[in-house]
C-alpha cells in the first residue's frame, strides 16, 4: 500500500462510527490499515452490507500489499509468501516471514524419506515463548519418472501435513504429483522458458500457485510473468536464480534488489509479486558437508536480509537451522514495538510456600528465556516480571528502569504476601547485583536478597548450592 | 523490457578512511588499507563496493576466558601477544589486528598506562599489518590508557577503540589527533547519540573527517541483532542522503556473538528444544551470520576471533563485490 494518509482510507469507510471494528471511529480503523495492524475486513457492515460493495472494493484494492500475497497450503498449515509493503525494515516492518522449504527426492528410499520428513517437521525450538519450527517439504523429481514422483509426494503427504512444493520441470512428472496433491495447495516449481504453456495449463486445471524460473533474464521474467497475468493465472512467484558463488552470485543478490525495487518503489504492478530464492544450491558446488552448510546459511542470510520470499534449502542439522531460523525472525520483528509480556507475578508449574521467587524483567525475549529455563527444568516457582518498558536486563540496569524501588512497589501491587513463604526471600538476576544491598534495605530486612547467576540457563546448578537458603 | 532506476537521494559517498601508515608516511606498516567511500548500500547494484570489509583479529594482552571452540586455537600464543598477532596474520590471514589492553582494567591486573603500551610496541614489531588499539572498557582508565598507546605507536596510523560519551572522549581524540591515529567512535544502539559523538569529536577535539570510525554497537544474532541491524541501516541511508555526522565508515564487535548461548552453551536449557547438535559447529556459524548480516547493512571493519569464521566472512563479502 502506498497510501499513507488516513483520511484517503476513510473516504472509502461508512463513516457511521459503529464501533464494530473495536475503534470508537472509523478514522482511527483507518489508521489501523494504514499501519496494516487491522483489515479492511474487520469493518464488518462495509464487508457484508450490499450498498458497500463498491466502497468495499475500493478500499481493499487500495490497501493491498505492493507485493502480490500468495498463499500456499491450507487450513492451519497455510504459508503466507510476499505481501511485503517496504524496502527497508525500519520503514514499517517486514510481514511474512519466508518460509523454509527442506528438500527430499523421489530417488530416496521409503524409511530414509519418511525418517527425514519427520525430522524436518519435527524440528523445533522455543524462542521468545513460542516454537519456532521450518514450514516446508520441497519434493524433487531426481528420477524423472511422474508414477515414482506421485508416491513419494503421497509418502509425504501421509507422514506431514507441511505444505509442498512439487519441484520438476516435467509437465507429466508435474502432473502426476498434482493429482495426487492439488487439494493441499501445493506450489509448483517450475515454469521454464521451454515448458510453460503445458505448465501454465496444470496450475490452471488444478488452481495452485506456481514459480516462474527465467533465471539471470529479468526481461524474459517480466514477459513471463505478463503472459501468464494474461492468462488469468496471479498466484505467481519468480524465480530470479539463485547462483551458488562467483560473480553470478552478485547477479543474483542484485536481480533480486532490482525486482524489489522496482515492485517497492517504483509501483511497478507487472513485476510485484513475491521471489523465490535457492539456497540448497550450495550443495552443489562442494563435497563437504560443513562448507556446504555454512555457505548454505550465508546463501540464506543474504536472501533473507534483502527480502525474497521463499526458500529451497537442504541442510536439517542444527547448526544449519538454529542460525538461519534466528536470522529470519530477527529481521522479521516489528521494529515498531519492543517484544514485552504484561509485568506482575507469574506462576511456573505448582509454586508452593517453599518455592523460590525469580525477578526479571518484561522484555519477551529476558522473561521467556528465564521462564522456559526454568519451566522445562521442571522448577516449580514464581517470576515477577517488572515493568522496564520492554528493557532486558543488562540494558535496564544500565539504564535505570530496573531498579530496587521499582521491585518492591511491584511486590506491593501485586500483593505478594512473604510472611506466608517459608524462605521469605527473592532471587536477582546476576546482573543486577550491585543493588541487592539496598533491596534488602527497602524491604527492612524481612525479605531474604539472594543474587543469583548471570545466565538464567544457570539456575539449576545455581539451586543446587543455594537452595533453599540457609 | 524490464527497467529500474538507481535510487537518486543516494547523493553523498562515505568518508575513506586509511588505516596503517607505510614508511613513506612516518609508520611502519608493510601496506596500508583503506575503508570507506561507498556511495550507495553494500552490494546494491547502485554502484560497485570501492574496498572489502576488513577483518581484525582479537588479540589480549594476558588470557581471558573464551569459548572452547575459540580457545583451541590460540592455546598456544596465549601468553605471547606478539605471536598471537603474527598467528592470526600469517595463519589465519587477519588483515589487522587488535590488541586488547584489558590487563589494565582495575579489577584485572590493573597494569599502568606506560606498561601496557610496552605491548603495543610488540605487537607493532611483530606484525606489519595495520592495526587497532583497544583498552579495556573502563570509562575512568581508558583516557589514559589509550593516551599511553597512541603515543608509543605514533605515526602508525592506528584504530584506536574507542571513544564513548560517557568518558573523556576529549582525551582520546586529541590522543588520535597529536599521534596521527584514527579514532573510532562507540555509541549504544542510538543514532542521535552516534551524531552527538561525531560532533563533539570534531567539532571540540579537533579529530579530521577522514580520521573518524564509528562502532554503533553490534547485538549478535538472536540476542538483538534486530536493533543492531536497523540502526546500522539506517545510519547508512541517512549518511547517502547527506547526514553529514553520520558519513563514516562502519566497525563491529562481532566476537559478541560468541556471548550468545546458542554459540557455546553444550546442550539447550530447555529440554523440549529439538537437539542442539555440536556447538563447536554451531559457534563459528552464530559468528559468520552475526557479522554477515551487519556487513550487509554497512560494516567496513569487523573484530572477530574464530579463524573459520573470518575466513568466510571474507569471502563472501569479496564475492558479492563481484
Ligand atoms: C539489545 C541491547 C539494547 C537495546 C535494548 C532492547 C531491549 N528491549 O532490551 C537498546 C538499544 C534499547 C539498548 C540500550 C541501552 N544499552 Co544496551 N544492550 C543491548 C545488548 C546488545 C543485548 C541485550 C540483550 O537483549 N540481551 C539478551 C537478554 C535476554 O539478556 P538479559 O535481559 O540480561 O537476561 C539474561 C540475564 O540477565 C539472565 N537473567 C535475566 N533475568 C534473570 C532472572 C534471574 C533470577 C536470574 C538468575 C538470571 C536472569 O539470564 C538472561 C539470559 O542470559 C547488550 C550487549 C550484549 N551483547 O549483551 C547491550 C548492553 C546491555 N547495553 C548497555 C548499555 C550501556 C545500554 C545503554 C545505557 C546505552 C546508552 N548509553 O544509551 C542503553 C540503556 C537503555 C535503557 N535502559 O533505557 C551495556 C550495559 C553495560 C553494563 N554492563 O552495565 C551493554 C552490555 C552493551 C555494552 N557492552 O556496553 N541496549
Ligand atoms: S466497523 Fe467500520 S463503520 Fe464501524 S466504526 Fe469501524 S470502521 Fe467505522
Redesign the interface.
Known sequence: MKEKSPLNLYKHLPQTNCGKCGFQTCMAFAAALIDRSKRVEECTPLAEEKKYAKKYETLKAIVAPEIRLVYVGTGEKEQKVGGEDVM???QMTFFNKPPFAYDVTDTMEEAALVERVKKIS??????IGKWERVEMIAVRSTSGDPAKFAACVKKVMETTDYPMILCSFDPKVLRAGLEVAAKTRPLVYAANKDNWQEVAKLVHEFNVPVVLSVPFD??G??SMALTFEQMGIHDLILDFGTAP???K???S??NL??LR??AL??G?KD?AYPTIALPINAWFTTKDP?RA???E??LT??FV??GASIMIKHCI????V???M??R???Y?D?RRPVQVKPGIYKVGNPTEESPVFVTTNFA?TYYTVE??VA??NIDAYIMSINTDGIGVQASVAGGQLNPQKIVEAFKEADFDFTKMKYPSIVLPGMAAKFSGELEDLFGGKVKILVGPE???RI?EWMKSYWPPK | KFQVGIDETWKYPIQEVTLGATKADGGSRGHTIKIGGEKALPFFYDAPMPHRPVVTMDVFDMPIGMAKAVKMHYEDVINDPGEWAKKAVTKFGADLVTIHLISTDPLLKDTPPREAAKTVEEVLQAVDVPICIGGSGNPDKDPEVLKAAAEVAQGERALIASANLNMDWEKIGRACVDNGHVCLAWTQLEINSQKELNRKLMKVAGVPRESIVMDPTTAALAYGLDFAYTNMERIRLGALKGDEELTFPMSSGTTNAWGVREAWMVRSPNKEDSDWGDRMLRGPIWEIITGFSLAMAGVDIFMMMHPLAVAYLQEITQTLMG
Not at chain 1, 317 to 320: A, F, K, L, T
Open positions: 527497508y525494515r525500519h519435527t524440528w523445533k525450538k522455543f524462542y529479468l526481461d521474467l517480466k558463488n562467483g560473480k552470485l552478485q547477479e543478490l542484485h534488489l532490482k525495487r522496482a518503489e517504483e511497478q513485476i560443513v552448510a555454512y555457505w546459511s550465508v542470510a543474504t536480509i534483502r542439522e542444527p547448526h544449519c538454529m542460525p538461519d534466528h536470522l525472525y530477527n529481521i520483528t521494529p525475549l522456559s529455563d522445562s527444568n545466565d538464567s540457563g539449576v
